[in-house]
């Protein structure tokens, strides 16, 4: 244990973000240098916080089983190499999730049951940002080669863990990627303020020291390119790596007009032009009153880029109610409660409105979005129902959908594999991440279903597990879940 009492005599403390009006005019991240470097004046205190507790519940709280306790234990003691190989034994890439996670570790922990939690994920991201800037991070490179081949499709979190382990274990090791650039998401739904490219590109040269090989710009299973049928011929094992990409719509009237578009066609779009790319017709903010329909963390980066594109005005729509600032009674430690959060978005700019539904979008003569209309609404027999008399309009020239996603898509390599679906649409996998065809397995959203970049990575590392197995027989790769467990849940 590091500090006896210091989860007693130390309080809670978490790094200052950069002003809200110096970052709303860059896309740089919003903590001065990065997270990691913002924390460490005040990372060994608050890693001292760490009770080490006879059951550390946040191993609970965290689907990769991070080594919480140890790792808060080595930084206490200023011995910051030995912390970086107990955070890297459980967690490929802890400066993804020390970014982007929203730290499910945090809200088990056994100090939060009544005082705040230790603040994990900033120990986590300092302990990982300090390994890189020592250059402490290097190639993990395979004792042997087996001879086998793996294709990974696509190059999000789950499928870069696949391929990082299983490039590790000996196999060789090609990731398939349809965009112009790895990373999936962390590229190109991420944006800049919350991780900046670098974090993600510093990553993938680790891997390729390690072996693994990347293709950009191939869209398995599209005309003119590889067929799921030479995908099997050519490789050993695949791995469905391919997310939940089909989104949520809102089928109401006026859906059609002009100016109403899903997230992640604003998103994308963004990002490239913040990295300096020409991005033609792009979808943008500026000088609009944009409404963003979704609560969610997508909503919030959609927020966060309209101001720094310059929007007249951002409002964010919820259907539920606004959550409490506290942990409700019926969601007792150790789960995720639903309370009210602010990001660094919300810090800048905006209207939150909750309870609320879209009835109907209003065009002008040239087809283009100018109104949305809405109304309260409660929950009643099941559903949402419209509160008569709650009825309103608001301005509305850029409408982003935020709503989720329902899985993923089916139509090309899917099809073309033939691979089961569960009932919810997802690719359907035994205890091992194999699908119904042989040789091929699936891991992160697309099997699970839309959920947080920690899952994925988790998902991605047993998956790994499974397709070793199947090639060498056993595997000696972790496995920390298995496709049928859930987040702690009341």
Not at 44 to 71: V, Y
Not at 256 to 262: A, F, T
């Amino acid at each position: 244990m590091a500090d006896p009492r210091g989860f007693i005599t130390t309080p809670r403390e978490v790094a200052e973000r950069r002003p809200v009006a110096e970052r709303v005019h860059d896309w740089n991240e919003v903590y001065p240098g990065s997270p990691g470097k913002a924390v460490l004046p005040i990372i060994t205190k608050q890693a001292g916080r760490c009770m080490d507790c006879g059951i550390p519940f946040c191993h609970s709280g965290c689907p990769l089983g991070n080594l919480i306790p140890e790792w808060n234990d080595l930084v206490w003691r200023d011995d910051w190499r030995g912390a970086t190989d107990r955070l890297h034994a459980t967690n490929n890439f802890p400066e993804f999730t020390g970014r982007l996670c929203p730290a499910p570790c945090e809200t088990a922990c056994v100090v939060g049951i009544n005082r705040d939690p230790v603040t994990i994920k900033n120990v986590e991201v300092a302990i990982i940002d300090r390994a890189w800037n020592d250059r402490r991070v290097t190639a993990v490179t395979p004792e042997w080669h087996t001879g086998k081949t793996v294709a990974v499709i696509g190059s999000g979190p789950s499928g870069l863990a696949a391929a990082q382990q299983l490039t590790r274990a000996g196999h060789t090791v090609v990731v398939y990627e349809r965009a112009d650039a790895i990373g999936g998401l962390l590229r190109y739904g991420i944006p800049e303020f919350k991780m900046e490219k670098a974090v993600l590109d510093r990553r993938l040269r680790q891997m390729r020291l390690e072996g693994t090989v990347f293709k950009t710009g191939r869209r398995i299973g599209a005309e003119g390119d590889l067929t799921g049928e030479q995908l099997l011929d050519r490789f050993d094992a695949v791995v469905l790596a391919i997310g939940s990409t089909v989104p949520r719509d809102l089928p109401v009237p006026g859906r059609e007009l002009n100016g109403i578009h899903q997230a992640m066609e604003f998103l994308p779009q963004a990002n490239r032009a913040a990295l300096g790319e020409e991005v033609p017709d792009q979808i943008t903010a500026t000088g609009k009153h944009v409404v963003i329909i979704g609560g969610g963390d997508t909503g919030a980066d959609c927020l966060g880029t309209s101001i720094r594109q310059g929007a007249a005005s951002v409002t964010q729509l919820e259907i539920l109610p606004m959550p409490p600032e506290q942990r409700p009674a019926n969601q007792p430690w150790p789960t995720y409660p639903m309370i009210f959060r602010v990001s660094s978005a919300h810090e800048e700019a905006g209207e939150r409105v909750y309870s609320v539904s879209t009835s109907e979008f209003v065009g002008d003569a040239d087809g283009k979005v100018t109104t949305l209309r809405l109304s309260e609404v409660a929950f009643s027999n099941g559903r949402f129902e419209p509160v008569p008399g709650t009825e309103r309009e608001l301005p509305a020239d850029l409408v982003l959908l935020a709503m989720g996603f329902v899985g993923p898509e089916k139509a090309g390599l899917v099809e073309q594999l033939g691979v089961d679906l569960d009932p919810r649409g997802n690719v359907a996998r035994d205890e091992n991440y194999a699908t119904s065809v042989p040789g091929v397995f699936v891991a992160g959203d697309a099997g699970r279903g839309q959920s947080l970049i920690v899952w994925a990575i988790a998902e991605g590392r047993s998956c790994a597990n499974g397709v070793d197995a199947y090639l060498q027989g056993s595997s000696r790769l972790p496995k920390p879940i298995l496709p049928t467990e859930r987040p702690l849940m009341v």
